[in-house]
């Protein structure tokens, strides 16, 4: 069992491909709060964000020691690549869930990128294709183990 983590900022399409990923069998979780609920969950959990993103937050607000960011992590563990929705111009939209400009959105990007790496975390990122084909993507990527 490999709790996945699909991350990225508002407005990249994550929601839309964890759908999609439903549509194809595969369990999934849109609230990391949920992490320990799916332990014993057989396959493949993919999360709308994780445990590691709530982190990044938190640590933007009161910065983690290095020892409690390590005890968080060792209680939460990830599959060890985080797939990566970029920001894309071309399907973002400002509605009731997203009242910020895509310059926001970019910039969210950045500092999930640059926390994920700090957590130690091999990026994937998921190219701006089809949700058909971005499924294809992440699931080819866990099959082969490689990005």
Wanted: charged share 20%; glycine share 10%.
């Amino acid at each position: 069992m490999a709790r996945i983590a699909i991350t990225g900022g508002p407005g990249a399409g994550k929601t839309t491909l964890l759908l999609a990923l439903r549509e194809r069998g595969h369990r999934i979780v849109g609230d990391s709060a949920n992490f320990a609920h799916h332990a014993a969950t057989p396959g493949h959990v993919f999360f709308d964000r994780s445990v590691v993103d709530a982190l990044g937050g938190l640590d933007g607000v009161a910065p983690l020691s290095q020892a409690e960011l390590g005890g968080w992590l060792a209680n939460h563990p990830y599959f060890p690549k985080v797939f990566v929705l970029p920001p894309w111009q071309a399907i973002y939209v400002n509605d009731g869930e997203r009242d910020h400009t895509f310059e926001h959105a970019e910039a969210v990007d950045r500092s999930l990128r640059a926390w994920c790496r700090r957590c130690r975390y091999d990026l994937i990122e998921v190219p701006r294709v089809p949700v058909a084909e971005r499924c294809a993507h992440v699931l080819r990527a866990l099959a082969d183990g490689a990005p």
